[in-house]
């Protein structure tokens, strides 16, 4: 337990300095944008897979089941509000946000094992601004980005489903969404995956720099990664949406 505090502590600590260099000068936009590129773009097609099956799921499973209550027209309103407020951005979270995580994670794991990191210090440069700030501030934005872009992919996705499967029209099912999804409920999805993205990143950079026993220490701090990630993430959905309600 008292192991557990610590390595917390070191967590808490290490949070508020990245937040610190993050706001302060030198920056560094290109490798920020290299970050952006390396871990968002290239995690787009497993975001547009993950919506799009999550939007034909739940549109099917709501779609059924309205339909006992004879008011199988309101399928739209129940899909888009559920993808908006929740599904998107914890399923985003959960698969883009493990490959994201575990991959800083193995990175950073292999350069200080290598001590490569232990070389940047010796060169009077500092880790933190040159490996985990770039990192932070792109899972910040791309967690976000790919969020909306899972709300748009799951509802196109959900009414194409509806509408082949129940026969219901587009322009039904977009007015139903339309008349009953307030601004709030998208931005609360989109704060959520903002939340989310500082969680990935954080735990991703904290476990590849605290990395010990060579490249087995590698193998578990990623797997790690993705448990710790995905585990929190659930935790905060729930805090996040009990304050949002």
Do not use: H, W
């Not at 970050?35 to 773009?41: D, H, K, N, P």
């Not at 748009?152 to 996705?157: E, I, K, Y």
């Not at 990935?200 to 993705?226: D, K, M, N, P, S």
Request: some cysteine; hydrophobic content about 55%; aromatic content about 8%.
């Amino acid at each position: 337990m008292r192991a557990r505090m610590e390595r917390l502590g070191a967590l808490v600590v290490m949070t508020g300095k990245v937040m610190a260099r993050a706001v302060s000068p030198p920056y560094a936009p290109a490798a920020f944008v290299y970050q952006v590129e390396a871990l968002g773009v290239r995690s787009m097609s497993i975001a547009l897979l993950t919506a799009t099956f999550a939007g034909l799921v739940i549109a099917l499973q709501f779609g059924f089941f309205l339909g006992r209550f004879g008011v199988q027209y309101t399928v739209g309103r129940v899909v888009v509000l559920t993808l908006f407020r929740e599904l998107s951005p914890v399923l985003i979270a959960l698969t883009v946000g493990a490959r994201v995580g575990s991959g800083i994670a193995a990175e950073l794991g292999s350069m200080t094992v290598t001590e490569q990191v232990d070389a940047i210090r010796a060169l009077g440069a500092d880790p933190l601004r040159k490996l985990v700030v770039p990192r932070v501030l792109a899972c910040f934005v791309l967690m976000p980005a790919l969020t909306v872009l899972a709300d748009t992919v799951g509802m196109l996705a959900g009414a194409l489903v509806v509408n082949v499967q129940y026969g219901i029209s587009f322009n039904q099912f977009f007015q139903g969404a339309l008349d009953t999804v307030l601004m709030s409920d998208f931005l609360s999805g989109v704060f959520k995956g903002f939340v989310f993205g500082g969680i990935v990143g954080i735990v991703g950079c904290f476990r590849g720099l605290t990395v010990e026993g060579g490249t087995e220490g590698v193998g578990r701090a990623t797997t790690q990664t993705v448990a710790i990630t995905s585990v929190t993430v659930l935790l905060a959905d729930f805090f996040i949406t009990k304050i949002t309600m």
